[in-house]
Each structure stands twice: as C-alpha cells, then as structure tokens.
C-alpha cells in the first residue's frame, strides 16, 4: 500500500499541506497558486498526497458536518450531510443548493419525461398501481419511507389517484389545484381528485392558495373544507380527528352534510371530533403537534450540529414552543425557539448585538447597535439548556433559519432584559434556571458563544458554549411578513 | 437518449444519488473552484442525464460518470473568467488519469478514514469538528478558542498526518491480510 507521506520529505509535504489548506480556505493567492501547481507537476506522490488530503478534507467535513434546512411547510428540522466543505470556508451553501438544484433538474427531467408520454408507467410512486390523471407531484422530501419498499424515486413523481402510506418522514404534495400538502408520517391518505384527499391516518398540513380553494380534506367522520387557509389535520388510529387552522378560515361538516351543519373555524382556533358521536369540542392549540415527529424535539443533542426552519405562519400563539423540548439521546440537552411576541411595534429604539449580516463574540453593552422604533417586529426566544454534563463544558451548534428577515439579535444579559420590557410574553416562562435571562460570554471567556447572521439575513448559526448548569440565551427579532423593515445602526 | 422505461430512469437516479460526491469531489480536485464546481457538476449531471442510454449496467457507474467529469472539467477551465486560478490543462488531464485509477483504493480509504476519526481522542475530534462545521477561517477559530493561529494550524496538521497514517497503516494491514490470504 502506497504511503505517501514516506515518499514526500517532510518540507515538501508540510509546504503541499499550507498550500492545500489555503486552497480550501480560499485564501490562495496567484503566486501560491502557481507554486501548487508546480508543486504537483513534480512529483507524482505530490499528486498523491493531494488527492489524499482533498479526500480526507471531504471526510472530516461530512464527519463533522452541518444540517441543511429542508423545508416542510410547518417547521423544518432535517440533519444530513453537510457539503459546504466542499472547496472551503463553509460559508457558502453555493454547493449545497447546487446539489439540491441538480437533483431538482434531474427529477424534473423526469417530471417533464412523464407528462409527455416518454415515461409511460402509471405506476404510482408510493407503489401503488393506480389509474387516472395525476392529482399531484411529490415536491419534497425528508427522511421519508414509504410502506412501499419499492418506492425509489418518490421526488418528482406524479401521483394518480389511489391509496399513499407514508411510514415515517416527511413528503410535500403540489396538488394539480395548487395546493400543498404535507403528509408526517406515519399517514395513511387517499388522494381523491386533484383537490380533494381522504386522511384515514396520520396528520397532514395543507397551505391552500386562493386559487384552490375549497381543497377537502375527508376524515373518517367529516370533511374539512378550506376557504382559503393553512391548517394541519390529525387522524388517530382510533378515528380521533382534530383540526388546528393556523391561518385564514375553513369549514368543518359532518361527511356528506351540507354547509348548515358545519362549523366554521378560523385562525387560532382547534377542534376535536368525537370519532364515535361525531361531536367537535374545542381544543388548546398544538402547533407544533404538526412537525415532523423525527425532526421535533430539536432537542439537539449538545455535540450535534442542528438546523431548523422557522416558518411563523405555524404558530402564533406565543409562548408555543416551536421546537418542542424534547431530549434526544444520548444527550438531555436541548434548545427550545419559542414565540414570544407577534406584530408587536416596538414603542422606543431596542438596543442589539447584532443588526446585520455579520458574526458577534462580544456581548459588552457599552455600544450597542439599536432597532429604531415604530418597527413592527416578531421576536423569539432561543434558549441552550444543556444537561448537567461532569465535563463541564456543553457545546451547541445549530442553525436557525426564519421566513423574514431577521432586524436584531439580542444577546446581552442587560440587553435581554431591557428589551423583554416590550417584547416578553407573560406566556413564555422565563425562570427555567435560577440564573433568568441570562445571555451570551464573551469571547475572551471560558465559554465563548458566537452568533452569525448569514448574509441571506435570515440564517443564524449559532454556537454556544455552555459550563454546567448554566443556560444561554438570545432574543431574536424578524421582520413581520410583507414588512421588509430594515433596523438603523446606531439609530 | 430516450429514457424510454421507468426502470431507466429509477437506475439512473439511484446511482446519480449514490454517487454524486464522487463527481462532486472529483471535479473540485481539477479545477479547485466551488463556483466552477458546481458548473461542471450541473452540466456532467445533465450530461449523464443524456447518455444514460449508452451506460453499460456491468460496469461500474462511477468510472463511466468521471470520464463525463472530466471532458466537463476541461470545458470549464476554457470558460474560467479571465483572473480566476485554474490548473493548466495537462495537469487536469494527469489528475483525472491518476484518479480514475485509483477508484477502488479511494473507496477503502474512505472507509478507513472513518474508522480513524472514531479512534481520535475526543478533545482532538472536537476540535476537527468545529473546524469543520463552522463558518470560520482557522484564524477567526482561532481567535474564538483564545488560541494563536499559528499554534491551531498546527494542530490541526498533526490531527490530520495522524489521520493520515492511521489510515495508511490500516490500508496496509488489509493488503497483507489479503496478500496472506
């Protein structure tokens, strides 16, 4: 077996070594560049311990690896390989999205192939042999398998009429009418027609847009009619039904009734149906009860990198944990994003860490950045509370990615608590550790913390250092949808 | 091509998503450019997309999709905008030959790298990781842990020599268990 590092003396690897690392971290210069190249025409184990060290970067970066955000309509939590090491810094997701833009070509090849007659199968994708028009495609995908074990190729695909059993995951629908579906496995539905499905088991999400409206949803007892609206749907194995409308207006009737005996719901409100008298009562909305069980919990354990989609359309009730506390193993830690406030203007400027895309270790209050006033903002509560580890020190890294964008982070104890004033919510329990609102350290301190707003202006990346018992938090204030307010500095 | 059957088209992708980073890692190593990478892959993929037809199902799939690689590599380097760093093209050529002949070895190494990273101390993992997973430069991480830069290349160098050694010397102990058998 070829050992390379025998056949290189020591300079000449240590210097194949600095360029190479250069190269990945993209700070090569012309002329280093050129020595490279000329490093690699010499000598064949140059070539060698090239290609070596390319392959060991990519595997110490899939090891370590980041989480891309998939994207769900409620909330999206999806670990997996993280390829931004390809080719250096990971700062840019250019090959991620890339990767993710291929696959869409490729399956959307195969979409185009299928509408016109070249793919002639009708087949189904989760399996089943159905016939008739297709009624939807299968627009995305996390971690989902199908009780079909022959489902290969369920992205893109069109769906016929005809029986989908979802046994774990997650799997996005675009129904011909437009409207988009989510099925959390495990689900078990029925596409009808090409605005209409049966859920027998399992929960569903639909985002309906104007232009399909009237989407149903069969229950085993009801239908639940959509008037232009976003809501989930829950079907137990026992035929228990609850409806949470999260925007907008539907209507819920007893199957095959018309609209005088159904009941209107609108946003905020949730129901259950008795699956045996057929009686609705109201219920305590659940929000997160429509995440993808297997991504819920971003209980993060404390040495997993997470990442997670904030859409706040999904839960607007503040103090609703948008990641439930969940504890993963083998760690009980866990980060928990909590709504706090919602269109709340703020009444005077708020003093922040960070206003802009940029990177923060310094958490000293005496020059603050400041949101100007009159903003109508979102705020949210992100909080590390790792378990008690003997070691002492708890690391979290994770990315937090929202659907406006963010106007402020707040990370500061003293700034915390000035701005919990206009943004606390007396829902939101503050007093989870003896310590209260306590905020980021400094770098210069045992447990450096770092937040990140990516220059998107709405992906954080955190990363925080815990000792103990100890907790760390942050405020996070985005934009309220169709509000693209920009924060002044030193307003 | 006529991606005249379903099977056609279910191969095809289950081997484009088995072995996109294959392409993926190849392309970076000639032409060392994240933006020119993802060109070349986009338009291997859809290159691969199109002779799909002419692929011989004995043979393995990433052989075949390299060679697509390749020709993509060096159309992309005569692309490369004036001022950007490319390889000269002999070079590409070399590295692109050396590569494909190396397919089987690549993938124990692969494999031997994992089982190597699992047998490094923890504080030396964790410091690989955060390397690895974070958006900054060694200097920036540097800065964070209160380190000197100069001192974490450094670690970092031995982490990545042990690396490389372990997984020389378990590459070695598989060829002479295989050379004995």
Known sequence: MSDTRAQLDEATRAELEALMAEVVDESITDERFAALQTLLESSDAARRYYRQYLDMH????????????????????????????????????????????????????????????????????????????????????????????????????????????????????????????????????????????????????????????????????????????????????????????????????????????????????????????????????????????????????????????????????????????????????????????????????????????????????????????????????????????????????????FDTPVLAVIAADAELKASGTLLGSPRVDYTTHPDGLEGLSDSQKETPDTVTLERDGRTLRLHFGVVNDKVDQIRVIVAMPDAETDADPGN | MDHDTPHQTETFLRLFAKHEQDVRRFLFSLLLDREATDEAFQNTSVALWRKFGEYDAAQPFVPWALAFARLEALKQRDRARRGRLVLNEGLIERLADERAAEQDETESRRRAMRDCLDKLPDTQRQLVRRRYATTETVAALAEQLGERPKRLYKQLERIRAALMDCVNQALAETSDVEGAA
């Open chain 1, 58 to 401: 990519f595997e110490l970066a899939d090891e370590a690896n980041a989480i891309e955000a998939e994207t769900i309509p409620v909330a999206r939590l999806a670990p997996s390989t993280d390829r931004r090491a390809l080719g250096g810094r990971p700062r840019s997701n250019v090959l991620r999205y890339a990767t993710a833009a291929v696959f869409l070509i490729v399956a959307g090849l195969v979409v185009v192939l299928m509408q016109r007659g070249a793919v002639t199968d009708h087949r189904d994708p989760a399996g089943v042999a159905n016939d008739g028009p297709p009624v939807a495609t299968i627009t995305d995908v996390v971690d989902a398998k199908w009780v079909d074990a022959d489902t290969l190729t369920d992205l893109g695909s069109s769906v016929r009429p005809g029986r989908l059993q979802l046994q774990s995951g997650a799997a996005e629908l675009v129904m011909e009418s437009t409207a988009r579906v989510t099925l959390l496995g495990p689900a078990d539905v029925q596409m009808l027609g090409p605005n209409r499905c049966r859920l027998t088991h399992g929960r569903i999400v639909a985002v309906v847009p104007t232009k399909a409206h009237g989407f149903t949803v069969e229950t085993p007892t009801h239908e639940v009619i959509d008037l232009g609206t976003r809501f989930g749907v829950d079907v137990t194995d026992m035929g228990e039904t609850r409806v949470d409308v999260f925007e907008g207006h539907v209507k819920v009737r007893p199957y095959g009734t018309s609209d005088a005996s159904a009941v209107s719901l609108t946003a905020g409100r949730s129901i259950a149906i008795d699956s045996a008298t057929g009686n609705v009562s109201d219920v305590t909305a659940d929000a997160h009860r429509f995440v993808a069980p297997q991504h819920a919990g971003m209980g993060v354990a404390s040495s997993e990198p997470a990442s997670l989609m904030i859409d706040g359309r999904a839960a607007r009730d503040a103090g609703t944990p948008i990641a439930a506390p969940q504890p993963l193993p083998p760690s009980d830690s866990f980060m928990t994003i909590v709504l706090e406030s919602d269109g709340v203007a703020l009444r005077k400027p708020i003093a922040a860490t960070l206003i802009k895309p940029g990177t923060s270790d310094r958490y000293d209050t005496t020059r603050p950045l400041r949101v100007r006033s009159g903003v109508k903002v979102r705020s949210y509560l992100i909080r590390f509370d790792p378990a008690h580890d003997p070691r002492g020190l708890t690391f979290l890294d994770a990315t937090v990615r």
